[in-house]
C-alpha cells in the first residue's frame, strides 16, 4: 500500500534561516511525488513535483525538493525563508489503485517562520 | 489559470438535514475529486469522478454521495449530517488519466454540523 508520512507536526525557523520540512514515502513502482501548500482559509496550491529525471526539483516561491531513493525521501527546502512562507505543507504520493489516479496526502506539517 | 469554485466557503447546518456541496471547475478536466481535512490526518478522499455520471468510492465514502451529471461540475451530498461530518471539504480537478498530473484545488468549504 502507498503512504507518505510527514514525522513533524510543526517546523519553526527565523526569518532568512534555510528551512526544511521532511517527507518520507512508500511505494510500489516508480514514485510521482508532490508538495502542496495551505495558506489560511485557503485551498492547497501545487508547489512543485518528482517524476523522473534529477533529484534535485526546484518549484514555486524559491522552494525545491529533493529526491532520495535509497532512503525514501522527498523533503522540502528553501535556502531563505519568509515570514510569508508561514503556511501548512503537504506531501502526497501519487499512484494508480483500482487503475485510477489517485493522490495520498501525508498529515501536514506547519511551517511557522518568525521574524 | 484553472479555477475550481466551491460555492460555499462557511455552512453551518444541524443534525439530520441533508447538504449539498457543490463544485464546479472551469478547465474541461475528466477527473474531479472531494476530500475531507481534518486536523493531524491529512486529506482524506471521500469519493472521485473520472467521467461524467461516473463516480468511485475513495477511502471514507460512508455517510457520502455524489453527483457529477456534467462534466464541470461535480456535487457531495451528505443525506443525513451528523457531528462527526463537521469538517473542512476541498473539491479537485485534474486532466487525463495519468498519476503524473497535478490536482487543482478550490478554497475549500468548512462545515459545522450542530
Known amino acids: 500500500a502507498q503512504s507518505v508520512a510527514q514525522p513533524e507536526d510543526q517546523v519553526n525557523v527565523a526569518e532568512g534561516n534555510p528551512l526544511t520540512v521532511k517527507c518520507t514515502y512508500s511505494v510500489s513502482g516508480n514514485p510521482y511525488l508532490f508538495w502542496y501548500v495551505q495558506y489560511p482559509n485557503r485551498g492547497l496550491q501545487f508547489l512543485l513535483k518528482y517524476i523522473t529525471g534529477d533529484n534535485l526539483v526546484k518549484g514555486s516561491y524559491g522552494f525545491e525538493a529533493e529526491f532520495n531513493k535509497s532512503q525514501t525521501s522527498f523533503h522540502l527546502k528553501k535556502p531563505s525563508a519568509l515570514v510569508s512562507d508561514s503556511a501548512l505543507y503537504f506531501c502526497?504520493?501519487?499512484?494508480?489503485?483500482?487503475?485510477?489516479?489517485?493522490?495520498?496526502f501525508g498529515a501536514g506539517t506547519r511551517l511557522a517562520v518568525h521574524p | 489559470d484553472v479555477k475550481v469554485t466551491q460555492s460555499s466557503r462557511y455552512l453551518v447546518k444541524r443534525t439530520g438535514e441533508k447538504v449539498f456541496l457543490e463544485c464546479v471547475q472551469d478547465?474541461?478536466?475528466?477527473?474531479m475529486f472531494w476530500y475531507r481535512q481534518d486536523p493531524g490526518l491529512g486529506l482524506r478522499l471521500i469519493y472521485f469522478?473520472?467521467?461524467?455520471?461516473?463516480?468511485e468510492k475513495g477511502d471514507i465514502p460512508e455517510g457520502y454521495s455524489v453527483s457529477r451529471e456534467k462534466k464541470e461540475r461535480f456535487s457531495l451530498i451528505l443525506e443525513s449530517a451528523s457531528t462527526n461530518q463537521t469538517s473542512m471539504y476541498l473539491c479537485?480537478?485534474?486532466?487525463?488519466?495519468?498519476?503524473?498530473?497535478?490536482?487543482?484545488f478550490g478554497a475549500g468549504t468548512r462545515l459545522s454540523v450542530l
Open positions: 479537485a480537478s485534474s486532466p487525463g488519466r495519468t498519476e503524473k498530473n497535478i490536482q487543482y
Open positions: 478547465m474541461d478536466h475528466e477527473n
Open positions: 469522478s473520472y467521467d461524467v455520471k461516473m463516480k
Open positions: 502526497a504520493v501519487s499512484g494508480f489503485s483500482g487503475g485510477y489516479n489517485k493522490l495520498i
